[in-house]
Antibody, heavy 117, light 110 residues
């Protein structure tokens, strides 16, 4: 069974940094592209970032230059380094696994990031 | 403002058939496949439809989807109370070089 377990969320001041982690199990982590998707409280879904099996990375314009996605295949863990955080980054952040040609086919339970002074 | 456009709400009575639309552009739905996600209250989203028309194992065949031009739709037949949820469409956008979502449709079973 695929399991994605996010951690690292919390309260941070504007301009601060946070690193999210996603521990993956139940599938061959190195063989699947992975993404982060976020959902502000009471709102819809927004794709944040994507990393391919070969390490190529893609970002939404709203986070480009501030967030960095990475993966450690030896630890089966996905990361999201978030710098220069703003109030509008407040959201539940979901770790997702891609399928064979389609996105987000498995989701973690999410971790809440709150940016506030 | 979401790149893909969905109606904010939809409703139906048990047993009815309901459809939810998702409108995009030539660089998104017009060129790429569409995926649908179901988010039950208080839970993480779940993949409902992939590659425009395919159901993952475990998803009832009451759920179906299609695409025409730059629009897609999700149909739910034999509506049940447990179908009450938020539904989101998603597609890759070649112009934005990004995955894009619809704003979501809240389905109410009356």
């Amino acid at each position: 069974e695929v399991q994605l377990l996010e951690s690292g969320g919390g309260l941070v001041q504007p301009g601060g940094s946070l690193r999210l982690s996603c521990a993956a199990s139940g599938f061959t982590f190195r063989s699947n592209a992975m993404s982060w998707v976020r959902q502000p409280p009471g709102k819809g879904l927004e794709w944040v970032s994507y990393i391919t099996t070969s390490g190529d990375t893609y970002y939404a314009d709203s986070v480009k230059g501030r967030f960095t996605i990475s993966r450690d295949t030896s630890k089966n863990t996905l990361y999201l380094q978030m710098n220069s955080l703003r109030a509008d980054d407040t959201a539940v952040y979901y770790c997702t696994k891609d399928g064979s040609g389609w996105p987000f086919d498995s989701w973690g339970q999410g971790t809440l990031v709150t940016v506030s002074s | 403002q979401s790149v893909l456009t969905q109606p904010p709400s939809a409703s139906g009575t048990p047993g009815q058939r309901v459809t939810i639309s998702c409108s995009g552009s030539s660089s998104s739905i017009g060129t790429n496949t569409v995926n649908w996600y179901q988010q039950l209250p208080g839970t993480a989203p779940k993949l409902l439809i992939y590659s425009t028309t395919q159901r993952p194992s475990g998803v009832p065949d009451r759920f179906s989807a299609s695409k025409s031009g730059t629009s897609a739709s999700l149909a739910i037949s034999g509506l049940q109370s447990e179908d009450e949820a938020d539904y989101f469409c998603a597609s890759w956008d070649d112009s934005l070089n990004a995955w894009v979502f619809g704003g979501g449709t809240k389905l109410t079973v009356l």
